[in-house]
């Protein structure tokens, strides 16, 4: 049986869920740090609504608005993610992740000072190590494709200048070599792997979702699925 890290990482490579991809992380990773933090804590919440759809006893437009538009009692994000735990959708360690996310969150809303790539460096590997390996498998996938970013930027940069097509490579490998000296790149770095960590996230929701629909589908009751769920889980 796969984990859910393999399932989350191949949902991603696969592009199984358009909009959970890599534009998305590269829309992500050009937003401001304060927008960054707002638009993906937004998708994640999106998806966090998705499976809490599943477990409500009534599938009317009008039932689900009552509960979840504001000023609903599942309106908010906190109150979407305490009831994903509390009936066991979720597990400690990503109910640990995602309200570090939701705090996170709430600074860069309601502060009126500077949003700073400090506040998302304090909190950073609490909210990416949600599944086994992902603070590394995260800080691997989001260096690689900055990089490539970087060394596209560098190509074009000397396209136009003077001299050989090697001296012009020389000059592109010589500036990747010290890439991660310069600090405004390494902030980059920061926001890669936070996109990286919230879109993960909401595969990981829908990962969840297919689940809980297979099991749903043989007529279990809900305490039985929740139970196979766990079983999945743990294998």
Not at 132 to 153: M, S, T, Y
Not at 163 to 181: C, F, H, P, R, Y
């Amino acid at each position: 049986m796969k984990t859910h890290t393999h399932q989350i990482i191949a949902k991603m490579e696969g592009e199984f869920y358009p909009g959970l991809n890599a534009e998305f992380i590269f829309n992500l990773s050009n937003e401001s740090t304060r927008g960054a933090v707002l638009i993906g804590t937004a998708r994640v919440e999106e998806y966090l609504e998705k499976l809490i759809l599943i477990i409500l006893p009534n599938e009317s437009r009008r039932y689900t608005k009552k509960l979840l538009d504001y000023p609903g009692s599942l309106s908010s994000l906190s109150s979407k993610i305490e009831l994903q735990y509390a009936f066991r959708l979720i597990d400690t360690k990503f109910y640990t992740a995602l309200n570090v996310l939701r705090k996170l969150r709430n600074v860069a809303a309601h502060t009126i000072e500077p949003f700073e790539i400090e506040h998302i460096k304090e909190q950073l590997d609490a909210i990416i190590d949600f599944e086994e390996h992902f603070v590394v498998i995260i800080d691997e996938l989001a260096r690689k494709n900055l990089c490539q970013i970087k060394e596209l930027q560098m190509r074009k940069a000397v396209e136009q200048a003077e001299g050989s097509a090697a001296m012009k490579e020389n000059v592109v490998q010589e500036k990747l070599k010290t890439i991660w000296d310069e600090p405004s790149v390494n902030d980059q770095l920061v926001i890669w792997k936070l996109a990286y960590a919230m879109t993960f996230m909401c595969i990981k929701l829908l990962v969840l979702l297919d689940e809980y629909d297979a099991l749903k589908e043989k007529d279990l009751t809900w305490l039985e699925i929740i139970d196979k769920n766990k079983e999945i889980g743990e294998k």
